[in-house]
């Protein structure tokens, strides 16, 4: 495989994993990346992927790469901490509405009685 990444320069061999399966690892800069597969010498774009415009009429596959953002365990345990909270306070709602509901419906069946 070989893409924008590197300029279209380094070309990275891919590892068979299984039946038309192959796998690699690359570091890429965020953002989008343009790639095409060589396969017996010829640069070709995997089909069964969106095929973008390259250029240079052979079309290429593409990415888009999102930066990773480092959180702390505290954070993820605070974030946790808060949905949780939420959860809690939607189903105490729904229950107070349930409650009021069936009040509300008790009254109705009182009035027509």
Known sequence: V?????????????????DYKWEVEIDMPPGENMFKFIV???WIACRSLPVV????????????VVEAIEVS?????SELRALEDE??????????????????EKEAQKLVG
């Open 40 to 42: 017996n010498s010829e």
């Open 87 to 104: 959860e809690k306070a939607l189903k105490k709602a729904a229950e107070e509405a349930e409650e009021e509901r069936m009040r509300k």
């Open 73 to 77: 365990k505290e954070e993820r345990a």
């Open 2 to 18: 070989v893409g924008t990444w590197s300029g279209w320069l380094e070309e990275t061999e891919m590892e068979r994993v299984g």
């Open 53 to 64: 415009d390259d250029g240079v009429g052979t079309g290429g596959n593409n990415l888009m």
